[in-house]
């Protein structure tokens, strides 16, 4: 599921004449089947890496998640003028690369200010801040996506409507079509008795022309399959309800989105109308759309 979220903290200076500093952190989700966690830090940053992706682990269960830190200064607004001292540095550092690198871009002067309001290194209590910031982060980002997951259970549900609504539209159609078919056999039959002229018992080919349509009743009949969707559509409501009380939500509906997809084939192929062939297919465009949808949901 997507989301943003992003939260920020002052910190002390790491010297006593130093400029006060601030720590910024942002989380980014998109949709993703799995738990995919990329982290982008300052070097200060890194050795707490580990104890932010275990914070993010225990909260997250899908998504591709990119989590950002920053270390800025406070003195940053004011663009302090640089030093003498270090642009004479910065000189003597550029006139050296270009004797190696002579095609290399001069500095600029965003280079140059951004080089003198560096801040080298972080505080070393800084963990307790970071951490404080990734949980109110993630806090702020499973508010965003339980709103996102609500909208979803929304257009769910819809779809669960439609699928209920065409799998009664099928129900009725199989024991009118068998009785159709029963007529036809038996039309047959007299047919055939009109012109054997006696050649053939009666009784037999009676009973030939009902066991066709019994065949043919047994090779059509899509009552358990009619079943198991409704059974399906049951236990997709049940879990859209239980929402996020439910662990792993999105992939028990994506299990029973493919069982869906697999009686939807089924009537496809025991269709012997054109009525059932469109029920089939509309189904199946609804179990798609569902799918699409599942995969965005933990």
């Known amino acids: 599921m997507t989301g943003y979220a992003s939260a920020q903290a002052e910190l002390p200076a790491p010297t006593p004449e130093g400029p006060r500093l601030r720590l910024g952190l942002e989380i980014r989700s998109v949709n993703s089947r799995f738990l995919d966690l990329t982290f982008k830090m300052p070097e200060e940053l ?9 914070l993010v682990m225990q909260q997250l269960k899908r998504g591709k998640v990119e989590i950002r830190a ?33 095609k290399a871009a001069p500095l600029s002067v965003a280079d140059v200010l951004r080089m003198s309001t560096a801040q080298s290194s972080a505080p070393a209590d800084i963990a307790p801040a ?55 056999f038996l039309e047959r039959w007299r047919e055939a008795m009109a012109l054997a002229d006696g050649a053939t018992l009666p009784e037999a080919a009676q009973d ?17 399959e009619l079943t198991r969707l409704v059974s399906h559509f049951d236990e997709m ?14 992939k028990r509906l994506d299990f029973l989105i493919q069982e869906l997809h697999r009686e939807a084939n089924t009537l496809g192929a025991k269709s012997a109308t054109l009525e059932m062939t469109r029920i089939s297919v509309d189904m199946k465009v609804l179990i798609e759309q569902l799918r699409e949808q599942v995969q965005n949901l933990e």
């Open 237 to 250: 409501d049940a879990l859209l309800k239980k929402g996020g009380n439910a662990e792993g939500v999105g």
């Open 130 to 184: 970071l951490l404080q910031l990734a949980k109110t982060s993630i806090q702020q980002l499973n508010d965003a996506r339980a709103r996102e997951g609500a909208r979803l259970a929304d257009a769910l549900k819809d779809r669960l409507a439609q699928l209920r609504q065409l799998a009664t539209q099928a129900q009725p159609l199989v024991p009118q079509l068998v009785e159709q078919q029963k007529a036809k």
């Open 70 to 102: 920053h270390i800025e200064s406070t003195a940053d607004a004011t663009l302090p003028d640089p030093s003498p001292k270090l642009l004479q540095r910065l000189a003597s550092i550029e006139d050296a690369v270009h004797v190696w690198l002579p």
């Open 46 to 54: 890194r050795p707490h890496e580990a104890a932010v992706r275990e």
């Open 208 to 224: 030939r022309a009902l066991s066709e349509a019994t065949a043919f009743a047994i090779r059509i009949d899509v009552a358990e």
